[in-house]
């Protein structure tokens, strides 16, 4: 695929992770952070959340969704900061502009879709917010949009409070749907020659996943499948998690066949009964199931359990820990990695699938604003026309 250039105005967490795509990809992603202002510390809140391992504008939460991009810092509240914007994305010949700002500021600062791609009608333009431009002044915070979207209705126990997903899944879905988008817009570009706007609402890409529950209601469910079940399966009986001498085992039986071949293991063999031979029978017996297996499973240790359970080609795992998921042998060689100044390597997350010829090491997050005079000069402004900028105020 051809190198592409990304000029992103992003903050937080869902347009850094898509950039973070990008930059796997080779693409060269240049972040847009706006200028100091008021009593607010500089640039992209996240710089600054975590501990200090590298510098005061590179905490720990920053690292990941940041390696290999660049940073410029522009005011685009400023009439100069816009037009600054336009001549990069001219001389740039930037491919793809995205934000992930609330709509109701894309006029003010200048970044109004219909202004750029009039300009600029290749320009693929890319917005993430809480729920589209519908919605304008809607913030976008992963854990009020979980609240929103139902994710947190149908996570936790049975008997507990809506609870909150472990990762901030949705902040991630937003991220992966602009990255998809835009990969599809460039194939129709390459047809038709011209960009598209692209707008991704959090609300609108969580409900999509809503696909286990929300045609429920058409069918006169029953309240128990649309709500919170704890670590059960609300439709394939029994999968759960079970207690070892030595920890937890998590159990998914996702069929009859496998129903069978559990019951035919001596040490589960009394689990069965005839009620039990099929899924639907089993819901009719669902917490005396759990009951019966978990007073199987606490007289062995994990690994008893779960060579038994390998034996029958029965889906079951220990629980792992996140150290536990690192040194995982399908995982391990594929992490990715950024080499700090100080020569300290950080493992990351691998790319979500393999791409031949893909580096897995990317350069260090960028310090605030540390590529605005270089990407000036590569605009074409000369050192004075730099100096003027700075001494405004108009860039960082």
């Known amino acids: ?3 592409c250039t990304v000029l992103s105005l992003e903050q937080a967490l ?15 992603v240049i972040r847009v952070e706006a200028t100091p202002g008021g009593d607010g510390l500089p640039g992209d809140p996240n710089r600054y959340i975590g501990a200090r391992v590298l510098d005061d504008d590179r905490r720990s939460y920053f690292i990941a969704p940041n390696v290999g991009k660049e940073a410029i810092a522009l005011n685009l509240k400023d009439a100069r900061g816009q037009q600054l914007l336009q001549r990069l994305i001219e001389r740039l010949d930037v491919d793809v502009f995205c934000c992930n700002t609330v709509p109701a500021r894309y006029a003010s600062l ?17 917005g993430i917010s809480a729920q589209g431009p519908q ?9 009020v949009i979980q609240a929103m979207s139902g994710f947190m209705e149908v996570t936790g126990p049975s008997d507990g409070p809506p609870t909150l997903t472990g ?11 602009l990255y998809a988008n835009v990969l599809l817009a460039l194939l129709e570009r390459a047809e038709s020659g011209a960009g598209r706007e692209i707008h991704v609402s959090m609300l ?44 937890f085992v998590y159990l998914a039986i996702g069929s009859d066949v496998q129903w069978r071949r559990l019951t035919a293991l001596p040490m589960f063999a009394a689990v069965g009964n005839d009620v039990r031979r099929t899924n639907e029978g089993r819901h009719a017996e ?6 019966d297996i978990a007073a199987v499973t606490r007289r062995h240790s994990g690994e008893e359990t779960l060579a038994a359970l390998r034996s029958a080609t029965i889906p079951a795992t220990r629980i792992l820990d996140i150290r536990q998921v690192r040194e995982l042998a399908p995982l391990r060689e594929r992490l990715t990695l950024t080499t700090l100044p100080d020569g300290r390597a950080v493992r990351m997350p691998p790319m979500a699938v393999d791409r031949p010829g893909a580096s897995r090491s990317l350069p260090p997050p960028p310090k605030y604003g540390q590529h605005t005079p270089t990407v000036l000069a590569e605009a074409g402004l000369d050192g004075d026309e730099i100096e003027v900028l700075y001494g405004a105020g108009v860039v960082a």
């Open 1 to 3: 695929m051809t190198r």
């Open 14 to 28: 869902s347009l850094p992770y898509a950039t973070l795509r990008f930059a796997q990809l080779g693409w060269r």
């Open 110 to 126: 200048g970044i109004a879709p219909g202004l750029l791609r009039e300009r600029f009608p290749r320009l693929i333009w890319g």
């Open 135 to 143: 919605v304008p002044d809607a913030p976008g915070y992963d854990p």
């Open 167 to 177: 990762i901030p899944v949705i902040d991630l879905k937003a991220g992966d749907e």
């Open 204 to 247: 609108q890409a969580a409900a999509s996943w809503l696909i286990t529950v929300l045609p429920l209601l058409d069918f006169d469910c029953r309240p128990d499948e649309i709500t919170r079940v704890g670590n059960e399966h609300r439709k394939f009986i029994p999968t759960n998690v079970y207690p070892v001498r030595d920890g």
């Open 286 to 291: 669902r917490e005396a199931i759990h009951r």
